[in-house]
């Protein structure tokens, strides 16, 4: 009698092993067909990062005001556009600024907040202002030589946040980083035409590609 008891005790003990067993395995099964279809779902819709173009710059100040002090006023004209063919852009507190050799020349001006759909172009034309901004000397230095041998080398940057838009889910905020580069030329090497004033100013259609960074 006592042995019968052991030997149904031993298969109730058994019997309780492959239910968790069978469980685990069902979880496991579970998280992987989740991991998988999430991997489908990433490798189909996967976000491309927006194109951007600096299309032109209108410059109206661009002077040495002072010792080591630059004086600038541009208007630049950015194209944007969405290569994805399902995923939205939402574009959120994107600050232009113009920069000469890695130092900010401007104040920061900020785009309006706007959404792009599939395939969408956004075109922006902010003012860059920058009066009386110091730099160092050796920047000043640098800019005298750039101007008299006719190019100066301006990066309009762009600084701000994006989310990604799929049927009703939006993504969470990513960082967004671009830099366009803009030759300015001067004397006899300009590509610039002037434009009538007031205020006098000088047109440079660019269409340069920017680097993207999100």
Request: hydrophobic residues 45%.
């Amino acid at each position: 009698m006592t042995s019968d008891v052991k030997e149904c005790d031993s298969h109730k003990g058994d019997g309780g092993r492959q239910v968790v067993r069978r469980v685990l395995v069902g979880i496991l099964t579970a998280i992987i067909i989740v991991l998988f279809i999430v991997l489908l779902v990433w490798l189909i819709l996967r976000p491309t990062k927006p194109r951007f173009i600096l299309q032109d710059a209108t410059v109206y100040a661009f002077n040495v005001t002072e010792p080591n002090a630059l004086t600038i006023t541009f208007q630049v004209t950015l194209w944007s556009r969405n290569p994805n063919h399902r995923i939205g852009v939402y574009y959120e507190k994107l600050d232009v600024f113009a920069a000469y050799r890695n130092q900010q020349i401007t104040l920061p001006t900020l785009l309006p907040a706007s959404y792009q759909g599939h395939k969408d172009i956004t075109v922006w034309s902010p003012y860059l202002y920058g009066v009386t901004v110091p730099v160092a000397p050796y920047l000043t230095a640098s800019l005298w030589e750039d101007q008299n041998a006719g190019v100066v080398l301006v990066n309009v940057k762009i600084d701000g946040k994006v989310k990604w838009k799929v049927g009703t889910w939006v993504s969470g905020k990513y960082h967004l980083w671009v830099n366009c580069p803009a030759y300015i030329t001067f004397g006899r090497r300009s590509t610039g035409y002037p434009l009538v004033g007031p205020p006098a100013a000088i047109k440079y259609q660019l269409a340069t590609a920017c680097l993207v960074d999100v």
